[in-house]
Structure formats: C-alpha cells, structure tokens
C-alpha cells in the first residue's frame, strides 16, 4: 500500500525557515517521480518542485527559485523541502506525491500525502 506522509509545517515569521519532511512506505520512493506541490485558500493546487527518478532533472517554480530545495533520502525513503527565506505568500498546505511515470510537476501525480500546514507571518 503506498502510502505518503508529510511533516515539518508549522508557523514561522517573514525570512525564516522550515524543512517539509515526507516520509513514504508501501514502494520505494527513488524509482519514482516526486514532487512538492502547495494550494493556498481560494487557489489551485501548484507545483512547487520535482524531481526525476534518477535525479537527472530538477524542477522549481519561478516563485521558490533560489529559496526551496528539494531532496531526497533514499536511505530513510524520505523527501524533503528545505524552505528558506519564506515569504507570507509562501502560505499554503504542502502536498507530497509520487508517481510511477515521469511526468510535469503538475498535480496530476498519482500518490498524494495528507498535506501539512505552512503559515508564513509578515
């Protein structure tokens, strides 16, 4: 059963940090696609960064280039969002997902976490 599940949100001030983790069971998470993706009230779902199964190609959004990084464990089959210089447009729930095919970070990914909170205050 592929299951993924997210930790690491919370609420932090203008500029500072956090690191999303997501922790994945049922399926190893390097032979597959993953990927970060945020919904804000009121707004669709957007991707915020993925990455290929053999990490050959790395995505980010314009808007977290040079702040977000993306990583991934495969020791501990975990992926993690390391968030620096957050804004308060930052300001969403953080999706995990997964997906056997290689695809665009678009959320039509396959497997998704439950999501955690990210609050970013001015």
């Known amino acids: 059963q592929v299951q993924l599940v997210e930790s690491g949100g919370g609420l932090v001030q203008s500029g500072g940090s956090l690191r999303l983790s997501c922790a994945a069971s049922g399926f190893t998470l390097e032979d597959y696609a993953n990927g970060w993706f945020r919904q804000a009230p009121g707004k669709e779902r957007e991707g915020v960064s993925c990455?290929?199964?053999?990490?050959?190609?790395?995505y980010y959004a314009d808007s977290v280039k040079g702040r977000f990084t993306i990583s991934r464990d495969n020791a501990k089959n975990t992926l993690y969002l390391q968030m620096n210089s957050l804004k308060p447009e930052d300001t969403a729930v953080y999706y995990c997902?997964?997906?056997?095919?290689?695809?665009?970070?678009?959320?039509?990914?396959?497997?998704w976490g439950q999501g955690t909170q990210v609050t970013v205050s001015s």
């Open positions: 997902a997964a997906d056997p095919e290689e695809r665009r970070c678009l959320p039509s990914f396959a497997s």
């Open positions: 990455i290929s199964r053999d990490d050959s190609s790395v």
